[in-house]
């Protein structure tokens, strides 16, 4: 008999945390590799959540079990805190406080799919969605776009991909990997499909708070009855906290009643220092968060001219999160130190291997042929890895 059952075995593992993780690995072994791969703030998360989280170490009322949907105060906060920053109204009821987003994507679609349900994906798309979907018994439908419409998908694109057993949307915006940002009559005309259709929508609001020029972020929730959405979130990338995994969902009091009897079997509580934390993030100012944009803008805007000088490379300009998806097609099949890469993936080995810059493959995200690179990191490494890239790609012949 196998010794893994064949539901594990047919999960990947993260590319992203696995090209970061043989970056961090040729580091260690004295090579200087600059990284593009990990999607983590390069600052360090604000001094007064630190504070926080140092205070709740020390109450006793912490070191204890606590509700497995979160702490009450935070479940309150988050709740106002969705008002503040979405527009949006809800209870504090309808809150689930999660181990990170991903514990969050992961719980909406347990509880939303039966096998054979179909879920529509706007391509390209973050990783971990495909995995989440797979485990919940769901089918991945793909929509995909590229750099000719700043890949967003449009109304008719998901109606040609909708058959009978599509009964989620998963909608991001902004995007990881593209920085894609829907505007907001775009938001609304989606929306209104979604609920023609009575779907489903799980919206991943992470990146709410990078956007960037006259781009702005709108939450979905507004235009899709209540009863039928669910909205995730948390602190990693608002807050450069993603080590102190607390996230979030947000739904219907049926679906967060029924998520929480699932956490409350596969991990009770997050940690409560971590909630505390949160808690302080949350109720908090979003200085820290604009500071943080305004460098994340000033990379943003570096990066893609630098990109688009290279020959081969043709980078859109991206309106929110911290990636850039350049398509490299134009530079497969060529002739680089000898050798001829024939898919981005390749390519990117080629690219860790010669350059010690480390990228990650569009293969990852469902469509070959791009490299998304994550502009969190200093501006010295920016501008030293890209240029490297640079010096290598116009080898190619």
């Not at 979160?70 to 109204?89: F, Y």
């Not at 702005?216 to 906290?241: C, Q, R």
């Not at 808690?279 to 990066?303: I, N, P, S, Y």
Request: proline share 6%; hydrophobic share 45%.
């Amino acid at each position: 008999m196998p010794r893994i059952s064949a539901r594990i075995s047919a999960i990947s593992e993260s590319a992203t945390l696995a090209v970061d993780a043989k970056a961090k690995a040729m580091k260690a072994e004295g090579r200087p590799v600059i990284g593009f791969g990990a999607g983590e703030p390069d600052f360090p998360t604000p001094g007064y959540i630190v504070e926080a989280a140092v205070e709740a170490a020390r109450t006793p009322r912490f070191h204890k079990y606590t509700p497995a949907g979160g702490l009450p105060e935070l479940r309150q906060a988050i709740a106002d805190k969705t008002l503040r920053d979405s527009g949006v109204r809800v209870e504090a009821a309808q809150v689930l406080v999660t181990n990170g987003g991903k514990q969050a994507v992961y719980e909406a679609f347990a509880t939303l799919l039966d096998p054979g349900d179909e879920v529509l994906v706007v391509a390209p798309y973050w990783t971990t969605y495909p995995e989440a979907i797979k485990l919940a018994g769901g089918v991945q439908v793909d929509v995909v776009t590229d750099e000719t419409t700043g890949y967003l998908a449009s109304v008719e694109q998901l109606e040609a991909a909708r058959t009978e057993r599509t009964k989620v949307l998963l909608f991001v915006s902004p995007s990881n990997p593209t920085g894609a940002v829907y505007t907001r009559a775009e938001v609304e005309a989606i929306g209104a499909w979604a609920t023609e259709h009575s779907l489903w929508v799980v919206t991943d609001e992470i990146y709410e708070h990078l956007v960037y020029g006259e781009a702005e972020f709108t939450s979905i929730a507004h235009y899709v009855p209540a009863e039928h959405v669910v909205i995730l979130n948390g602190v990693a990338k608002t807050y450069a906290m993603t080590g102190w995994r607390v996230g979030w969902l947000i739904g219907p009091k049926d679906v967060v009643k029924a998520a929480t009897n699932l956490q409350s079997h596969a991990t009770s509580n997050v940690s409560n220092v971590a909630q505390i934390a949160a808690l302080a993030a949350v109720q908090g100012d979003l200085e820290a968060v604009a500071e943080m944009r305004k460098a994340f803008d000033r990379r943003r805007q570096t990066m893609v001219r630098l990109l688009n000088e290279i020959p081969g490379v043709l980078c859109p300009e991206p309106l929110g999160a911290f990636y850039v998806y350049p398509s490299v097609k134009a530079l497969l099949g060529k002739e680089i130190r000898g050798r001829r890469p024939q898919t981005s993936a390749e390519l990117a080995e080629l690219v860790l291997e010669e350059a010690e810059v480390a990228v990650v493959p569009g293969e990852a995200f469902g469509t070959p042929g791009y490299f998304r690179l994550s502009y969190a990191l200093g501006d010295d490494d920016l501008a030293e890895g890209v240029g490297r890239l640079a010096k290598l790609l116009a080898e190619a012949r």
